[in-house]
């Protein structure tokens, strides 16, 4: 008797959901960047916003909520209500770095979001400051190893893109040299090229037109292939093979969001991404397109977690 009575109460509830994705959307969608306006992410998320909105017949508000090392953007999001309309633009910190690096996260960083697609990933630079006598990788390893402890590399804040690079260099080189975080990659950049530390691993985009002008040598880029944006300059990988510190950023939407409605927003983004126009305007940016189905975005939050994990482990680096 329960179970046809479960049954019975189950056939309203799946007859419905259909009918609402068909609704979907029927108002303005909130895109949550979970960091301060003018950075990558919200300069991204915007530049999405616009052509997601024209795909999906409603307008796609930017809705940046920083804090907390982007854990209060994204536990708004896990606790929206999940039909389609709040959607997190998801960088590394929320659902793979943050798990490893905070005592406690005020959400389940798998449970409580629904994977919806890959949006991009953007390569680093490893730069160094030109009075180091390395001319490459494995110069610049072989000199470190000479000299534990003297050099040292910049980042733009402990647990950023950058710092996380610098340890996976640290880890896979077996070398021992300095962190020296910043808040921002714009004061760490000022004292890569005034010579106060050695090197930095940090945005490409950034850090390549100082390396063109002389200021900087670049030595390398953190992709496991070589970038279009700087062809002639190799891969980390080619010297440390598996090297692979590209910023991986994404969308997902609040857990129990109706499988109709994720395939609705996932077909849009992936449509977008595919665009000859917008791909050229993200490689411009320095930046792959990188749309994903829904599975597969979970396969690569999962991997990118224990990858990340085992940097971070060794590292002994935790949220201040």
């Known amino acids: 008797m ?14 419905a959901a259909p009918a609402f994705a068909q609704s979907f959307p029927n108002r303005p969608l909130r895109l949550v960047v979970p960091f301060a306006a003018g950075g990558s992410a919200d300069a991204s998320a915007r530049m999405l916003a616009d052509p997601l909105g024209a795909a999906l017949g409603q307008p796609v508000v930017v809705d940046n909520r920083p ?20 959607l997190l633009y998801g960088t590394p910190g929320p659902q793979i770095i943050n798990p490893h690096l905070m005592r406690s996260l005020p ?104 390396a063109r002008a002389g200021n900087l040598r670049a030595l390398a880029v953190t992709t496991p292939q070589r970038s279009p944006l700087a062809p002639d300059l190799p891969a980390l990988a080619e010297t440390l093979p598996g090297f692979d510190a590209a910023p991986f950023n994404y969308i997902s939407a609040p857990a129990g969001t109706p499988q109709p409605i994720v395939a609705r927003l996932n077909a849009a983004i992936v449509t977008i991404l595919n665009d000859p126009a917008y791909r050229a305007r993200m490689e411009a940016l320095g930046e792959e397109a990188t749309p994903s189905s829904p599975e597969d975005l979970a396969a690569t939050i999962a991997a990118e977690s224990a990858r990340w994990k085992q940097v971070i482990d060794a590292a002994g680096i935790r949220a201040e």
């Open 67 to 86: 804090g907390g090392g982007a854990t209060v953007g994204a536990l708004f999001v896990a606790r929206a209500t999940p039909d389609g309309h709040t």
């Open 2 to 15: 329960r179970l046809a009575r479960r049954a019975l109460l189950a056939v309203p509830a799946a007859l």
């Open 107 to 210: 959400y389940d960083p798998v449970r409580d979001f629904a994977p919806v697609s890959g949006y991009k990933r953007a390569p680093n630079l490893f730069a160094i400051h030109p009075s180091l006598p390395a001319q490459d990788v494995t110069g610049l390893i072989a000199l470190a190893r000479a000299e534990p402890g003297r050099l040292s590399f910049a980042s733009s804040g402990i647990g950023s893109s950058s710092h996380l690079a610098g340890e996976m260099l640290k880890f896979m080189a077996r070398i021992d040299i300095t962190h020296v975080p910043y808040r921002g990659t714009g004061p760490a950049t000022t004292d890569l090229i005034a010579g106060t530390v050695s090197m930095a691993l940090d945005t490409l985009s950034i850090l390549l037109p100082p």
